[in-house]
T-cell receptor, first 112, second 112 residues
Framework: GAGVSQSPSNKVTEKGKDVELRCDPI?????LYWYRQSLGQGLEFLIY????????KSGLPSDRFSAERTGGSVSTLTIQRTQQEDSAVYLC??????????FGPGTRLTVL | DQQVKQNSPSLSVQEGRISILNCDYT??????FLWYKKYPAEGPTFLIS?????DKNEDGRFTVFLNKSAKHLSLHIVPSQPGDSAVYFC???????????FGAGTRLFVKA
């Protein structure tokens, strides 16, 4: 496919469990972003990868959150010891430096 | 501190009439502005953008107006169609910066 894909589309987990969310960006895009949207809220920036540069992690809400981008392509967002407040839609986007973002469909995470 | 604000969480408009979605920003360094549209269960998609060197950009039924002195931009949709019903996010970024800041979104309902 030509677009950004994310998996799983839905994830229900128990409080305290770890989860991994995956993002496959558009081929050739050097920039990759993770956002999340909690109920009734806007898009909250989490982390940004640009090429081989060190990622900007300034948006990660706690040290339970981490992300990797392997080979400049696929990225995984890991949330350890999930809490109920982590429930949100997690969106991945790829794009250019200051250009438009192409978003994936998101992963809806529900922490029970 | 919200740098990009969309003060109207929702807007209802009759089909055929004009929809006006508003956005205010506080960071004078922002010089590139975008509007995204989001349907349920999908990621946001890019709609239209404007650079700070312009005060208007038009694309079909969609026009974005920028008032730099007021730090305000608006999206006009005319004529509105039921298929325009979605959440609209305003976003802003600065040259040399990587991060696009999103507003909280405005849900538009276009009634047939």
């Amino acid at each position: 496919g030509a677009g950004v894909s994310q998996s799983p589309s839905n994830k229900v987990t128990e409080k305290g469990k770890d989860v991994e969310l995956r993002c496959d960006p558009i081929s050739g895009h050097t920039a990759l972003y993770w956002y999340r949207q909690s109920l009734g809220q806007g898009l909250e920036f989490l982390i940004y990868f640009q090429g081989n540069s060190a990622p900007d992690k300034s948006g990660l809400p706690s040290d339970r959150f981490s992300a990797e981008r392997t080979g400049g392509s696929v990225s995984t967002l890991t949330i350890q010891r999930t809490q109920q407040e982590d429930s949100a839609v997690y969106l991945c986007a790829s794009g250019s430096y200051q250009g438009t973002r192409f978003f994936g469909p998101g992963t809806r995470l529900t922490v029970l | 501190d919200q740098q990009v604000k969309q003060n109207s969480p929702s807007l209802s408009v009759q089909e055929g009439r004009i929809s006006i979605l508003n956005c205010d920003y506080t960071n004078s360094m922002f010089d590139y502005f975008l509007w995204y549209k989001k349907y349920p269960a999908e990621g946001p998609t890019f709609l239209i953008s404007i650079s700070s060197i312009k005060d208007k950009n038009e694309d079909g039924r969609f026009t974005v107006f920028l008032n730099k002195s007021a730090k305000h931009l608006s999206l006009h949709i005319v004529p509105s169609q039921p298929g325009d019903s979605a959440v609209y996010f305003c976003a802003a970024s600065a040259t040399g910066g990587f991060n696009t800041i999103f507003g909280a979104g405005t849900r538009l309902f276009v009634k047939a």
